[in-house]
């Protein structure tokens, strides 16, 4: 019995550009799961945003659209609005969720826009090489941040999904992370939960998912997701913020 | 039936983390190279101990364990 395989839906012989070790492989590995699973690869249009997140449309076998720096959920908004009957969701990095997409994504979820975004915080923005992003933790050196993040300067990190759950519009907030097995398959339950209140109509479906950025954060992939375990989930606490199914 | 893993040399970016990852420690860094000039990693399962966990497989951020076969 073959217990793992490519899901479906992504392109034949397609191979990750990502770096050695970058979670991003794994998390759009179980978004293209769940696809296959709740059957929606020919129902789908994905938004992609700007920086290493943007890359899905290279992998998926979607019909995907190519969203300005930041605006992902508002070109999502309009893909949904005009085609209810089809399911959006976007793929975001921090920096374009949480920065200069912060306006867009909060309101969208204020909206209760029938949505799903997936959101990657790896603390830094990975594309660009390395600067301080919304999510960099205190005391991280990054190269725009060289003697490390400190609140006079630079203020505080963001908490994305405490944020996104006080919306009212949010039907499904979590927060997951990848740095064991364990936590990868709670992470796969996290992003269908997300994609079902969408199916049921019920609202803005939301996961955080904690990843890795071994390249600028000069690390080995394993001391990587020990950074992870470490020193981000203590701040970032891992677990569903918000969901209305009860 | 044995269980066993596929792997696809092509995509391996030589991470190890599959290699920390198996319970049994049935996959190790090989002497082949793929086309960056990294040691790719290989399975190497003569006693027929692998469990099919399919542990490596959601841990590889490459998708290179393409397969896991279980009984």
């Known amino acids: 019995m073959q217990v793992f395989k490519i899901p479906e839906v992504f392109r034949e012989d397609m191979k990750y550009t990502f770096c050695p070790g970058c979670d991003h492989g794994v998390a ?45 959920l508002a070109v999502a908004t309009g893909v949904k609005r005009a085609k209810p009957d089809k399911f959006v969701f976007t793929y975001q990095g921090d920096g374009d969720f949480a920065s200069i997409g912060l306006a867009e994504s909060m309101h969208s979820a204020l909206r209760g826009e029938n949505l799903t975004a997936i959101c990657i915080n790896n603390t ?20 725009t941040s060289p003697m490390g993040r400190n609140a006079e300067y630079y ?15 949010t039907a499904y907030a979590a927060r997951v992370s990848l740095d064991t097995v364990a ?25 955080e998912i904690l990843s890795t950025c071994p390249t600028n954060w000069r690390m080995t992939p394993e001391k990587a997701h020990e950074r992870v375990r470490n020193e981000m989930m203590p701040v970032f606490k891992p677990g569903v913020y918000k969901d209305i199914r009860g | 039936m044995k269980n ?11 991470c190890y983390l599959c290699v920390n990852e198996c319970p049994r420690k049935l996959i190790k860094v090989s002497n082949k190279t793929n086309k ?36």
Not at chain 1, 28 to 53: H, M, P, Q, Y
Not at chain 2, 4 to 14: E, G, Q
Not at chain 2, 36 to 43: K, N, Q
Request: hydrophobic share 40%; proline share 3%.
């Open chain 1, 124 to 143: 830094t923005y990975g594309m660009t090489g390395g600067q301080l992003g919304p999510t960099t933790l205190m005391g991280q050196v990054t190269t």
């Open chain 1, 28 to 72: 759009v590995r179980l978004v293209a799961e769940v696809l296959d699973e709740l059957g929606l690869k020919e129902d789908t249009i994905a938004v992609a945003s700007v920086g290493c997140s943007v890359t899905i449309y290279d992998f998926l076998n979607l019909d995907t659209i190519e969203a300005p720096h930041g605006r992902a």
């Open chain 2, 36 to 71: 960056l000039g990294d040691r790719i990693v290989e399975f190497d399962d003569k006693d027929g101990a692998c469990l099919g966990c399919a542990m490596c497989a959601t841990r590889c951020p490459d998708m290179a364990i393409t397969e896991v076969h279980r009984g």
């Open chain 1, 183 to 207: 936590n990868i398959k709670k992470a796969k339950e996290a992003i269908k939960s997300a994609f079902d209140v969408q199916l049921k109509g019920l609202g803005f479906g939301f996961v």
């Open chain 2, 4 to 14: 066993y893993i596929v792997i696809d040399d092509t995509r391996c970016k030589a």
């Open chain 1, 155 to 169: 203020g505080y990190p963001i908490k994305i999904t405490e944020h996104v759950a006080l919306c009212d519009g």
